[in-house]
């Protein structure tokens, strides 16, 4: 098993917090357009950037810890990314308690529903990410071997 609080999980703790607060902070916004569109009002009380990247910082530490080694068998991958789903889903209602993000059934479902996007979102940024990572790794190695 990986060391959890390696230099790498530390950099990765960092980019995955980057890229949730993105999708938070986009999920908002089009939640606020939508609001505008069907006639509501929607206002940001002054903590919730700070609340929104602590949320995200939480939820990176969850990914870390949980993610803190490659699994075995496809079965291990697919159990884990849905014990990850259900963990963040726990860590964003409690946020989303505590800093009162919704007050109403219908507040928390638009929530969730942000959640989900996000979730996908945050997934779809790693996969780009890694392969990015994966090509410039290929071409590197690529690169030593024509010089041999």
Sequence with gaps: MKRIL????????FVET???TT???FGIGVEGIIFRLIG??????WYQPMAIFLTAFVSSIVSV???????KTRGRAITRMALHFIL???VISLA???FDWFSSVGMYIG?????????????VSNMYILKKDAQEINEALKDIRDDE
Excluded: H
């Design 65 to 71: 810890v949980v993610f803190a080694d490659e699994p």
């Design 18 to 20: 980057l890229v949730i």
């Design 6 to 13: 390696s230099l790498e999980r530390i950099r990765v703790l």
């Design 40 to 45: 509501k009002s929607f206002v940001l009380s």
């Design 96 to 98: 989303g308690y505590v």
């Design 111 to 123: 929530m969730a529903l942000i959640y989900c996007f996000v979730y996908i979102f945050s997934w």
């Design 23 to 25: 999708g938070m902070l």
């Design 88 to 90: 963040l889903f726990l």
